[in-house]
């Protein structure tokens, strides 16, 4: 499931202007086939759904581990986060973007992503602590695999907090790629599956 940082870097998504600043650190291809318009379900299925958040015992586990060291080591603290630390990406949004509805919030994790913006093929939601600031970023892009078929797409972005934030970086990537974005996305094709029923659009 996970795609090269061309997949990302090589389209024309908005979030380019806005986070230069920023690298790409992953990029990984969701199990979410769906036809033109079914961005917006995918949205508010990671904004409200609960099947991702309870994905396989390694990835528990693996944040367990590191939701626990926040609190003992106050990277999440409130202070620190989106606002306080750092100023949002909204500050930087062009008036067409800001004149829009963002979208919705994902509050169902311990430190929340609020959103940035969200167009017709693309959301982009940030969130920070004293470590990072990270946008994840979902396109939604035409598959090949699936003539007349789309998907969704993943991208992180980070801007670590000084060298502790990139040695932090540099600690958890073994742990990214051991398990816990590949079942992290099977979680979110899961419950996208189960949902199909109820999307007119979706691609079968």
């Known amino acids: 499931m996970r795609l090269p940082r061309t997949a990302h870097t090589s389209r024309p998504w908005r979030i380019h ?31 409200n759904g609960s099947d ?58 311990p ?7 969200r167009t017709h093929d693309e959301w982009a939601a940030e969130m920070a602590n004293l470590t990072v600031h990270a946008v994840m970023h979902i396109g939604w892009v035409a598959d090949p695999k699936a003539p007349g078929g789309y998907r969704g797409q993943m991208a992180v972005l ?11 970086m540099a600690a958890i ?10 079942q992290l996305l099977l979680a979110i094709g899961r419950e996208w599956r189960a949902d199909a029923p109820g999307r007119s659009t979706a691609h079968r």
């Open 17 to 47: 202007q806005l986070a230069p600043d920023f690298r790409v650190e992953d990029v990984w291809r969701m199990p979410t086939p769906g036809g033109p318009d079914d961005l917006v379900h995918l949205v508010d299925q990671m904004a």
């Open 52 to 109: 991702a958040h309870h994905s396989g015992t390694l990835s528990r586990l693996l944040f367990a581990i590191r939701w626990r060291l926040g609190r003992l080591l106050g990277w999440d603290k409130a202070d620190a986060g989106v606002g306080t630390r750092v100023p949002t990406l909204r500050d930087r949004l062009p008036a067409d973007l800001r004149n829009e509805p963002p979208g919705p919030d994902v509050k169902g994790v």
């Open 111 to 117: 430190v929340p992503f609020t959103s940035v913006y």
């Open 158 to 168: 980070v801007k670590p907090n000084g060298f502790a934030g990139s040695l932090y």
């Open 173 to 182: 990537k073994p742990f990214r790629y051991l398990g816990v974005y590949q």
